[in-house]
């Protein structure tokens, strides 16, 4: 995961993983998801995959294998909860990493709609509600949606450039104050 110290958003999140996986000694992904995150010929690294994987399936991704005592085991199990609770805050830090590159500070926004709801619903009605960040991600076929998109992010920033040459050109020619 962490062999090739390609910097940006995926750099990053390879970091969160390693600093999280580093006090799992016991912690495996079952068979299925191993194959699914780490060997698949997806569009993304499998820290990416992980990260997708926990959002859509959290704790059932994951199997302990041990022999210990069970308070061993419910420790264990307490610390994949803590990186499936995680997991939301994982994904807007390497949101706002691709961000930081993208040519607009509303590309992502204004190509991925439901990446924006989901920024908005996060950012406003988190504090309204209370509820926790993780209640505005139970919702997997925006996350899966917004995935999927994301695997074009070399085709919206393209049309981002477009726009803001046209906006740009726009402002020369005093179409836009």
């Given amino acids: 995961m962490h062999k090739n110290k390609t910097i940006g958003a995926v750099y990053k999140i390879n970091k969160i993983f390693i600093e999280e996986f580093s006090l799992f000694n016991q912690i495996f992904l079952k068979n299925q998801y191993l194959q699914d995150i780490c060997f698949s010929n997806s569009a993304y690294s499998p820290s990416i995959n992980l990260l997708k994987y926990l959002l859509l399936n959290g704790e059932d991704i994951f199997e302990i294998r041990t022999s210990s005592i069970l308070l061993h085991t419910i420790s264990l199990r307490s610390s994949i909860q803590g990186l499936v609770t995680k ?68 085709q919206i920033f393209e049309k981002c450039k477009r726009d803001f040459q046209k906006r740009e050109i726009d402002i020369i020619k005093g179409k836009i104050l």
Avoid: R
């Fill in 87 to 154: 997991a939301p805050t994982i994904f807007l830090t390497w949101i706002s990493e691709i961000q930081t590159s993208a040519p607009s500070y509303d590309c992502l926004d204004k190509y991925i709609p439901k990446l924006a709801d989901l920024k908005f619903k996060v950012k406003y009605l988190e504090e309204e509600t209370g509820v926790g960040i993780g209640a505005f991600f139970k919702d997997t076929q925006t996350i899966e949606s917004i995935f999927n998109q994301l695997k074009n992010l070399n």
